[in-house]
Structure formats: structure tokens, C-alpha cells
């Protein structure tokens, strides 16, 4: 069964929160705000903080690396708690 590529975007912007050297995976979180975990193996260049765009086609997956990811998605990141609001003021007791 193959899967619906036209679900995901076109590319995806990744960054990695920790690699554990002990089980040799990546913790990483997208520009969707989703984290997950994978083989460090599979990013080029792998380390802490090091960002990558993601493609996905029919040929399969590809990590590049992108200078300037993690600081563009800590803006995003940031633009978003600036954005929330926890009055709740209107809500019924």
C-alpha cells in the first residue's frame, strides 16, 4: 500500500532538540510544532540545535541541512507564545 504523499507538505523544516548517544537517535521538533524521534544516522551532519529541510517525493526522503533553520523556528516559536492568550475571562464559572 503506498502512502498519499499529497497529505504531507512539500517540505518540512526539522531541527534537533537532543541526540542520545546511547540509543543513537535524534529528538527533533518541525516547523508544525510535532516532535519525533529517528535514527541520528539519517541526518547529514547530525548534532544538536542543526536544522534540516525535508522532501518528500516518490523517490523517498531527503535531509538536507539549512544554515539558519533553528533560529528561523525559534522566531516562529516565539511569534506564537507572543500570540496566546490564556484570558479567560469570558468562560462561565
Do not use: C, N
Not at 32 to 47: K, N, S, V
Not at 66 to 71: L, P, S, T, V, W
Request: no cysteine.
Amino acid at each position: 500500500m503506498a502512502a498519499d504523499l499529497s497529505l504531507l507538505p512539500p517540505t518540512l523544516l526539522l531541527v534537533v532538540d537532543l541526540i542520545d548517544p546511547d540509543s543513537g537517535l535524534a529528538e527533533v521538533e518541525d516547523d508544525q510544532g510535532r516532535t519525533y524521534a529517528f535514527p541520528a544516522a539519517w541526518l547529514p551532519q547530525a548534532a544538536d540545535g542543526q536544522a534540516y529541510r525535508v522532501g518528500v517525493s516518490d523517490q523517498g526522503v531527503q535531509f538536507v541541512a539549512e544554515a539558519g533553520g533553528a533560529a528561523r523556528l525559534r522566531e516562529k516559536s516565539k511569534q506564537t507564545l507572543l500570540e496566546f492568550s490564556d484570558d479567560f475571562s469570558g468562560e462561565q464559572p
